[in-house]
């Protein structure tokens, strides 16, 4: 008759010394290889080997919570640090008249979380959130316009004076 490989959580892929197979005569050597993996996430010994079987099943899901947890907050630090770094890079460019962007005023997020705020409180500032993107757009196209316009006038005038001394 084939082992079959039981797992008891994703934590436990790959590990060869935390498989457990389905022999039961090796169930205490089972336990006794896994009672370290559950001790690390806080379980007492006295729990694993004399509590309820639910009581490990929580400790490993509180676990898995905490990674999950764990890897959200490495995932935001990197997009902090990814967009510090994309802030910069205007100034980084040899030769580059950009200027480097603000870093934010507040952290993400902060403000789907205004916790206290009334609804008038919260659509003012989204509204005022509203305003000032569209003030910033508004701002950039204008420069754009202005510069077109510019290199227009110095093309018409261009030809005015190149037009003047033909005649």
């Known amino acids: 008759m084939g082992e079959r490989e039981l797992i008891v959580s994703e934590s436990f892929r790959g590990r060869e010394d935390y498989k457990i197979t389905s022999r039961p005569k090796f169930y205490t050597e089972q336990f006794e290889r896994v009672c370290p993996y559950y001790i690390s996430f806080g379980m007492s010994y ?7 079987v639910e009581i490990a099943k ?8 905490k ?13 902090y640090v990814y967009n510090a770094i994309g802030a910069l890079a205007p100034i980084l460019r040899s ?3 950009g ?4 870093y934010p005023k507040e952290p993400y997020g902060a403000s789907e979380r205004s916790i206290g705020l009334t609804e008038e409180q919260k659509e003012d500032a989204r509204h005022k959130k ?4 569209f003030e910033a757009y508004m701002t ?17 005038e261009a030809i005015k004076e190149g037009g003047g001394a033909d005649a």
């Open 99 to 102: 200027k480097a962007q603000p």
């Open 46 to 52: 006295s729990d694993f080997w004399d509590g309820d």
């Open 67 to 79: 990674m999950d947890e764990a890897n959200h907050l490495a995932w935001l630090q990197g997009m």
């Open 58 to 65: 929580m400790y490993r899901i509180a676990h898995e919570a």
């Open 95 to 97: 030769f580059s008249k």
């Open 130 to 133: 509203e305003d000032q993107q």
């Open 140 to 156: 950039a196209w204008m420069s754009q316009v202005n510069k077109h316009m510019a290199q227009k006038a110095k093309v018409e």
